[in-house]
T-cell receptor, first 109, second 115 residues
């Protein structure tokens, strides 16, 4: 099975940078996904890492270290609309996703 | 078309009712998924269909019955549900279940209330 940990809540200021960490222990690994979910809406795909290193996509970047079982999502130039839950998910060889409990990010003025 | 659609958006049913949730995608994806999400919790996988065949059933009670009529459609038939089954039911699809870069795209969900 999978065991995934991420902080429950974070608060940051508009325009700032925030890093959301995720650690995992897995019995089968086929990549790590980050999703954004606004309240009452469906999760939206943000990023995927299967190799070690940094993947950059606009204001969002995601990092993976497989040897450490560690990933982070970096959000730059924070906007109010970035207030949401951020879900770290590990995929196994059958593309079954196991989600962490999510990090509720609140962006303040 | 890069959307996954789900109907209905909201559903209220009694414990003796029979209803169905529907999901559709036209991205040519060959894998489709059902998830259940309770408030303030992450999505939990229920079923996976790969090439129209059920490949994963996460020990879901038989009162939930999935069906994949073709590669674009996925149904979830509901019968004799319990109040604790009230949740947001999410459908997702991905290119495949093997290999890399099979990110899952989620539909908007059906919010189900069982009375």
């Amino acid at each position: 099975g999978q065991n995934i940990d991420q902080p429950t809540e974070m608060t940051a200021t508009e325009g700032a940078i925030v890093q959301i960490n995720c650690t995992y222990q897995t019995s089968g690994f086929n990549g790590l996904f980050w999703y954004q979910q606004h309240a009452g809406e469906a999760p939206t795909f943000l990023s995927y890492n299967v190799l070690d290193g940094l993947e950059e996509k606009g204001r969002f970047s995601s990092f993976l270290s497989r040897s450490k079982g560690y990933s982070y999502l970096l959000l730059k130039e924070l906007q109010m609309k970035d207030s949401a839950s951020y879900l770290c998910a590990v995929g196994d060889l059958g593309n079954k996703l196991t989600f962490g409990t999510g990090t509720q990010l609140k962006v303040e003025l | 078309d890069t959307e996954v659609t789900q109907t209905p958006k909201h559903l209220v049913m009694g414990m003796t009712n029979k209803k169905s949730l529907k999901c559709e995608q036209h991205m040519g994806h060959r894998a489709m998924y059902w998830y259940k999400q309770k408030a303030k919790k992450p999505p939990e996988l229920m079923f996976v269909y790969s090439y129209e065949k059920l490949s994963i059933n996460e020990s879901v009670p038989s009162r939930f019955s999935p069906e994949c009529p073709n590669s674009s459609l996925l149904n979830l038939h509901l019968h004799a549900l319990q109040p604790e089954d009230s949740a947001l039911y999410l459908c997702a699809s991905s290119q495949d279940t093997v290999g890399y870069y099979n990110e899952q795209f989620f539909g908007p969900g059906t919010r189900l209330t069982v009375l």
